[in-house]
């Protein structure tokens, strides 16, 4: 670790201990604020009691009831200006504090990532951060130029957990292991007006391919109703020819994502491996991607037992095995057929549009290449069977 990198380290360490100061000094404020309003809120309260039982009982015989109920308007509107000047107070330092608890989220997730998921000296930018439920969802972009990534992760409001794996931001990953697989649900936990659709997958697993079958159908349904990713697990078991056609894909789908779904179609046809075949059908730009390649190669070194390609969301959803669907940072169960996966990727809508009633397959599709499909035609696949090490 060369000395800049320990100066920006260092520098990171005391702005998030800060951050974490002055968050715990907005606290104690809000919290004397309050007391504070309870406090004159209840002097208020007596000095209308006593004005009604004293005052006004002494000068009832001597005045008018008009004006007396004018005078006992007036201490009632001085108690609730004086109410609602604290509470505006309250109000304004409570958002102070929320301000302060988002920034020191930012600050813990932007160092765990360069930290533990990222290798050192690749850019990382936290370009938003909004509250949804209990947690923060921060957009970010890792790497530079055409090989940024952009991507959504999650953190706890407290700054602790990042789900949905989940990693503890408190410990190092490092020394804990490999990241467990995160429990697969039945549906998306979190709801949103955009889901937020990433499939991982080997380029040369059968059952990656199968899941591809059923996912595009679905996709090219919901149109631009949700964000769909095309990612891959970080290792590979089918040789050099996988990790090969995994940056492929990656660049393919960073460089000109409108002919992603069509090459893919052309690509499954052949186990023999059609890429530049199928780049010359579907009219992709071949200078655009070798340069993409090329540039991929350089920033990830990607080899068959770390892809780094999508590094980050690996670790994060603790992804092992090829198909992966991953809706909304939910760790998704579903059937292969493009039915039963319109349905899984709906359950991440905060409200389902008609284009979820779509008439899809509910027919599994088959397993692999299609030339592999024919040859085994009329054997059984198991529907969760995958590609992985475990």
């Not at 190092?172 to 995160?182: C, H, I, L, N, R």
Request: hydrophobic share 40%; charged share 25%.
């Amino acid at each position: 670790m060369d000395e800049e990198q320990k100066i920006a380290e260092a520098k990171i360490e005391a702005k998030l201990e800060e951050a974490k100061v002055e968050a715990k000094l907005e606290e104690a404020v809000v919290e004397a604020k309050l007391e504070e309003a309870k406090i004159e809120a209840k002097l208020a309260e007596a000095k209308i009691e006593a004005k009604n039982g004293s005052v006004f009982a002494k000068r009832f015989t001597h005045c008018k009831s008009r004006l007396c109920k004018i005078e006992t308007r007036t201490w009632v509107a001085a108690a609730i200006l004086i109410l609602i000047a604290v509470s505006y107070g309250y109000v304004f330092l409570t958002k102070k504090s929320a301000e302060k608890e988002k920034e020191t989220v930012k600050i813990t997730v932007e160092k765990f990532i360069k930290d533990n998921l990222i290798q050192p000296g690749t850019e990382l930018v936290i370009k938003d951060i909004t509250k949804e439920g209990a947690l923060y969802k921060l957009a970010i972009t890792v790497g530079s130029g055409e090989n940024a990534q952009d991507a959504p992760v999650y953190a706890t409001a407290d700054g602790k957990l990042f789900p949905s794996a989940p990693l503890d931001m408190t410990k190092d990953p490092k020394a804990e292991g490999k990241t467990a697989q995160a429990p697969e649900k039945a549906e998306a936990e979190n709801k949103t007006d955009v889901p937020t659709v990433d499939l991982f997958v080997m380029s040369y697993c059968p059952y990656g391919l199968q899941m591809e079958r059923g996912v595009l159908p679905a996709v090219e349904a919901l149109g631009n109703k949700i964000k769909f990713n095309l990612k891959f697990v970080d290792y590979t078991l089918h040789g050099p020819k996988e990790l090969t056609e995994n940056v492929n894909q990656y660049c393919i789908s960073k460089t000109q994502p409108a002919k992603l779904d069509a090459y893919l179609k052309c690509f499954w046809k052949d186990s023999k491996g059609a890429a530049a075949a199928c780049m010359k059908t579907v009219g992709i730009n071949v200078a655009t991607v070798t340069t993409c390649v090329a540039a991929t190669n350089k920033q990830f070194s990607p080899t068959e037992k770390a892809v780094g390609l999508d590094a980050v969301e690996n670790k994060q959803f603790g992804v092992q095995g090829s198909p992966t669907l991953v809706i909304n940072g939910t760790t998704v169960a579903s059937g292969r057929d493009s039915a039963s996966v319109l349905k899984a990727i709906c359950s991440g809508f905060t409200t389902a549009p008609k284009e979820c009633q779509a008439a899809l397959s509910a027919t599994p599709p088959g397993a692999g290449f299609d030339d592999e499909i024919a040859k085994s035609a009329g054997s059984a696949t198991a529907p969760a069977a995958s590609c992985a090490t475990n």
